[in-house]
């Protein structure tokens, strides 16, 4: 199957920086990513769509001057946390969508906790 | 919009028995696209299984096998001979064509020993 990869898997940092989170699909193209949050134990909720080559769509409530993405190539995509609080801490997750296919799956990196102090 | 329900959090089965997790959704689509994804305690999100809406033949993989009634727009999902590696949280999930993933709020399988 397509490969997610999402780096890093893990990443503490100091309330007020920032944080860049990179997306790639290994072995395929991707015009589509799609960022996650989730909180433990609870489902996802979709932050965004990353469109390649032009800019991404937010949900409602998601501030896309504090979650900025990039879309730059088929095969990266990028979240990056501005100036972080402590209420930022979470598990982010992305997904692309395969291109060559037609069954509509998309597929996960494996995630990364974001702890703010 | 399109919303997914899970009805169970939390299930529980012993190991090598059979246990169904229920999904109902609402849409107002004809063609769309239903799956299962599988979050164990690493967190990676893994497929299970999916559905096409126009197809009528439940789908179906090794142990994995869906219970799809498109007029009553439920979608659940049994597992047959449970493993301990089989606890997780399970997530129903819809699309539309080309669309966005909805996701249910999830249920929590455990599998006993």
């Known amino acids: 199957g397509a490969v997610v990869s999402q780096h890093p898997s893990r990443v503490i940092c100091k309330s007020g920086t920032s944080v860049k989170i990179e997306c790639r699909s290994l072995?395929?193209?991707?015009?589509?990513m799609f960022w996650y949050r989730q909180f433990p134990k609870k489902s996802l909720m979709l932050m965004a769509t990353?469109?390649?080559?032009?800019?991404?769509?937010?949900e409602q409530g998601v501030e896309k001057d504090k979650f900025l993405i990039n879309h730059a190539s088929l095969t990266l995509s990028t979240l990056t946390v501005t100036s972080a609080h402590p209420e930022d801490s979470s598990f982010y997750i992305c997904?692309?969508?395969?291109?060559?296919?037609?069954?509509?799956?998309?597929?996960f990196g494996a995630g990364t906790r974001l702890s703010v102090l | 919009a399109q919303t997914v329900t899970q009805s169970q959090p939390e299930m529980s089965v012993q190991e090598a028995e059979t246990v169904t997790l229920s999904c109902t959704y609402d849409t107002s689509e004809s063609n769309y696209y239903l799956f299962w994804y599988k979050q164990p305690p690493s967190r990676q999100m893994i497929l299970v299984i999916r559905?096409?809406?126009?197809?009528?033949q439940n789908a179906t993989e090794n142990r994995f096998s869906v219970n799809f009634q498109k007029a009553a727009k439920s979608f659940s999902l049994k597992i047959s001979d449970s493993q301990l590696g089989d606890t997780a949280m399970y997530f129903c999930?819809?699309?539309?064509?080309?669309?966005?993933?909805?996701f249910g709020a999830g249920t929590i399988l455990r599998v006993k020993s």
């Open positions: 072995d395929f193209q991707a015009t589509t």
């Open positions: 990353s469109n390649e080559g032009s800019k991404a769509t937010y």
């Open positions: 997904s692309a969508r395969d291109l060559r296919s037609d069954k509509n799956i998309q597929y």
């Open positions: 559905q096409e809406a126009y197809k009528q």
């Open positions: 999930a819809f699309m539309e064509y080309g669309n966005k993933l909805v």
